[in-house]
């Protein structure tokens, strides 16, 4: 058995940013399922918020609580906003580079449901900066360890109290990890869905040992699909994200007759919804988003790897438009939290992706997601800090019966049809009208068994 003191499951922004938040005397071990860069926040591409002065507050918080039909947590909502420049200040100390305008102050872009420039970027790959910096942080820290290809299997519990997990490491055996706290940063759930944005390994593992565990979960129907994704005919292929910066700077969207059809700022899942609209009435695969409006030189330098994307795809986006087609892209549910990522097992965390402490409602606005991320992952860290106890797991670990956990996909099987099942009877439980809309067709679109 491994012993440690904080135990963080997923190596993606958040849980970098968690581990880097915690002191240096505490023994830290972070696991991810995949290698290290293989998360979510390498893929996000349009950039992170954050509130440029007093006088955006409102607007800022009006923007994201109209994007997430005001079901939004609004003590969430002021905290992450209220905490914006805080984690920009610290992402900027570890080395993170954000685009500058001529006088070398921080420059902004906006996207879809803004109502003001608020997103700081880098290129379109802002997620990847900033997680990469973050990770060579990490990689310095003496006191953290990282070990890839490391699933979670299960958590060791007891009396509504985690003591750490049951992991299967990268050489194939089955071990366990004690420890005095755990943060799940597992990520989300698009490994699930024919369609997604999301790398293909993140299967919502934490919501199926909430299930198992019975820990709260919250909102676990509510699934942002991009709207605009590149069109694969694979079926295996992860959706290349275009990104919503791409239409706040002038890309429209066509049908199969090249007409304009709708206004491409509309919030991620009224668009969504219009596209599914538009598809059924053309009897189409795709629709066709057209890049031209945005001057060359800027599409180069704003979006140079969505153009490279397209051009190894066989498209010219400077020339001609590109078959976009909705897709999974980001779980605004998850396993439940309060305002320090504490969920409702007692030395359990939950942060990013995986966590809901509702400040996105029932849709995320653009660029709220890695913020929220970090601000979140940074109070987790506090509170373990602040009410640090050393656990006494007892006789826990002895009690558990490991043949459990050999059969890697009989296990697997198990642990998507939990979550597959909690997605499907949430969706509906909603006063929904009968018929299968755009959005329904969508949150049940799972990957063939």
């Known amino acids: 058995m491994m ?10 922004c958040s849980g970098l940013y968690c581990a880097l938040q915690l002191s240096r005397d505490k023994k830290i071990t972070v696991i991810t399922k995949s290698d290290v860069t293989s998360s979510d926040s390498y893929l996000a591409q349009g950039g992170i918020c954050m509130l440029k002065n007093e006088a955006d507050y409102e ?34 100390g570890y080395g993170a580079d954000f685009a500058r305008d001529e006088n070398g102050e921080l420059a902004f872009t906006r996207e879809a449901a803004h109502s003001d420039k608020r997103i700081l970027f880098h290129e379109d790959i802002t997620g990847e900066e900033i997680t990469s910096k973050l990770l060579a942080a990490v990689r310095k820290l003496t006191n953290v360890i990282i070990y ?37 940063a597992c990520g989300g759930v698009g490994g699930l869905y024919r369609h997604s944005t999301n790398f293909r390994h993140l299967t919502g593992d934490a919501l199926a040992l909430s299930i198992k565990h019975g820990i709260r979960l919250k909102d676990v129907n509510y699934v942002q699909i991009h709207p605009t994704t590149f069109y694969s005919k694979d079926e295996e292929d992860r959706s290349f994200l275009i990104s919503e910066s791409v239409r706040g700077e002038g890309a429209k969207l066509y049908d199969k007759n090249m007409n304009r059809f709708v206004n491409e700022l509309l919030p991620r ?32 330098t704003h979006f140079p790897n969505i153009v490279e994307h397209c051009r190894q795809m066989g498209y010219d986006v400077t020339k001609e438009c590109i078959p976009v087609v909705p897709a999974q892209h980001y779980f605004m549910g998850g396993v439940w939290v309060d305002h320090e990522s504490h969920t409702s097992m007692d030395r359990l965390y939950a942060v990013g992706e995986t966590a809901c402490n ?17 601000v979140f992952a940074k109070r987790a860290a506090k509170q373990i800090e602040d009410n640090y106890e050393k656990a006494q797991p007892g006789q826990v670990f002895d009690q558990l019966v490991m043949d459990e956990y050999r059969n890697q996909e009989e296990l697997a099987s198990c642990y998507h049809k939990y979550v597959r099942d909690a997605i499907i009877d949430a969706e509906q439980s909603m006063d929904q009208e009968p018929e299968m809309t755009g959005r329904r067709k969508a949150v049940v679109a799972f990957r063939k068994k």
């Open 3 to 12: 012993k440690t003191d904080v135990l963080i499951v997923g190596s993606g």
């Open 59 to 92: 607007n800022y918080f009006e923007d994201t609580m109209k994007a997430g039909h005001y079901e939004n947590d609004r003590e969430s909502v002021e905290i992450m906003i209220r905490s914006s420049q805080d984690v920009i200040h610290d992402l900027i």
């Open 148 to 184: 890839e290809n490391t699933k979670m299997l299960d958590i060791v519990t007891e009396n509504n109290c985690c003591y750490g997990a049951v992991v299967r490491k990268e050489d194939g055996t089955i071990e366990t990890i004690q420890a005095d706290y755990t943060v799940w």
């Open 269 to 300: 899942d009224r668009l969504t919804e219009e596209i599914y609209k538009q598809m059924e009435k053309d009897q189409t695969e795709h629709v066709w988003e057209d890049l031209r409006p945005i001057p060359e030189d800027e599409l180069r």
């Open 358 to 374: 509702g400040v996105h409602g029932k849709n995320r606005l653009a660029s709220n997601s890695l913020l929220e991320s970090l």
